[in-house]
C-alpha cells in the first residue's frame, strides 16, 4: 500500500541549529512530493515541491528537501532555524497515475518546536 | 499565488443542527475540490473530491449522507455537515487545484466546527 511516513512526531530544537525533518514514501508508481507547513489554527502552506528535474529542491525561507529515489525519501532540513519556524509540517505524495485526478496523501506531520 | 477562501473560519453550533461550509477559489476556476478534516494533532484525512456539475466522490468510510458536498459552480465548493454531533467537532479544510494541475493545490484557511 501507498503511504508516507514522518518517524519524528515532534522535533525539538534550538534557535540558530540545523533540523531535519524526516519523511519516507512507499509507492509502486511515480511520485510527486511535496513539504506543507501548518502555523497554528490556519490551514496549509505550500513549502517546496519536487515533481521531475533536480532532486534538491528549495524554499524562499531557506528550507530544502532532497529527493532520494533509492531510498524513498524526501527529507526537509534547514541549516539554521528561527523561532519563527516553529509549526506544525507535514510531507505529502500525490501518486502520479499519468493524466488521472490524483489525492495528496499526507503524513502524520512533525510539530517542530524551536527554542531560544 | 492562488487564494482560496473558506468561511466561516470557525463555527460553534448545537448537535442536532446542520452546518454549511463553503470554499471559494477567488482567483481561478477549479472544477474540482478536495475536502479534509484534521483532528488535533492529527494528519489531514481526505473526506471527498468535489465535482463541478456531478456527484462528489466520498472515500471509504464517509458518511455520504452526513457530509452533503455540493460544486455549485466554478468558483464554489460547499460541505455541509448535516444533524451535526459533538464527535464531528473538527478542523475542516478544502482545497483547490489550478489548472487542473492537482500537484498545484492552494489550500484554505480552514473552518473550525465545534458541537456542542
Known amino acids: 500500500a501507498q503511504s508516507v511516513t514522518q518517524l519524528d512526531s515532534q522535533v525539538p530544537v534550538f534557535e540558530e541549529a540545523p533540523v531535519e525533518l524526516r519523511c519516507n514514501y512507499s509507492s509502486s508508481v511515480s511520485v510527486y512530493l511535496f513539504w506543507y507547513v501548518q502555523y497554528p489554527n490556519q490551514g496549509l502552506q505550500l513549502l517546496l515541491k519536487?515533481?521531475?528535474?533536480?532532486?534538491l529542491v528549495e524554499s524562499i525561507n531557506g528550507f530544502e528537501a532532497e529527493f532520494n529515489k533509492s531510498q524513498t525519501s524526501f527529507h526537509l532540513r534547514k541549516p539554521s532555524v528561527h523561532i519563527s519556524d516553529t509549526a506544525e509540517y507535514f510531507c505529502?505524495?500525490?501518486?502520479?497515475?499519468?493524466?488521472?485526478?490524483?489525492?495528496?496523501?499526507f503524513g502524520t506531520g512533525t510539530l517542530l518546536a524551536v527554542q531560544p | 499565488g492562488a487564494v482560496v477562501s473558506q468561511h466561516p473560519s470557525w463555527v460553534i453550533c448545537k448537535s442536532g443542527t446542520s452546518v454549511k461550509i463553503e470554499c471559494r477559489s477567488l482567483?481561478?476556476?477549479?472544477?474540482?475540490m478536495f475536502w479534509y478534516r484534521q483532528f488535533p494533532k492529527q494528519s489531514l484525512m481526505l473526506m471527498a473530491t468535489s465535482n463541478e456539475g456531478s456527484k462528489a466522490t466520498y472515500e471509504q468510510g464517509v458518511e455520504k449522507d452526513k457530509f452533503l458536498i455540493n460544486h455549485a459552480s466554478l468558483t464554489l465548493s460547499t460541505l455541509t455537515v448535516t444533524s451535526a454531533h459533538p464527535e464531528d467537532s473538527s478542523f475542516y479544510i478544502c482545497?483547490?487545484?489550478?489548472?487542473?494541475?492537482?500537484?498545484?493545490?492552494?489550500f484554505g484557511p480552514g473552518t473550525r466546527l465545534t458541537v456542542t
Open positions: 482567483d481561478f476556476q477549479a472544477t474540482t
Open positions: 505529502a505524495v500525490i501518486l502520479n497515475y499519468g493524466g488521472a485526478t490524483n489525492k495528496l496523501i
Open positions: 482545497s483547490a487545484p489550478e489548472g487542473g494541475r492537482t500537484y498545484e493545490q492552494y
Open positions: 519536487y515533481l521531475s528535474g533536480s532532486t
